[in-house]
């Protein structure tokens, strides 16, 4: 492996920490919506509640 690869993988550590972040900030607003509506809410509507109140996050993100 070339010592260039090394160096990028090792560059990339703080924004992959910060995604990682928000992926956990946005797995907890998608529990608490499941949770408020007693599990009825499936990903389309958790989407749209998402979006409803601002956030902008790709539905298959949700999904998973």
């Not at 690869?5 to 946005?26: G, I, K, M, N, Q």
């Not at 989407?47 to 956030?55: C, D, K, P, Q, W």
């Amino acid at each position: 492996m070339p010592r260039s690869t090394y160096y990028a993988h090792r560059a990339s550590r703080p924004a992959r920490t910060v995604r990682e972040r928000a992926e956990e900030v946005l797995v907890g607003e998608i529990r608490v919506l499941h949770a408020g509506s007693r599990g009825a809410y499936g990903a389309p509507r958790i989407h749209a509640t998402l979006r409803r109140a601002g956030r902008v996050v790709n539905s298959k993100k949700v999904e998973r």
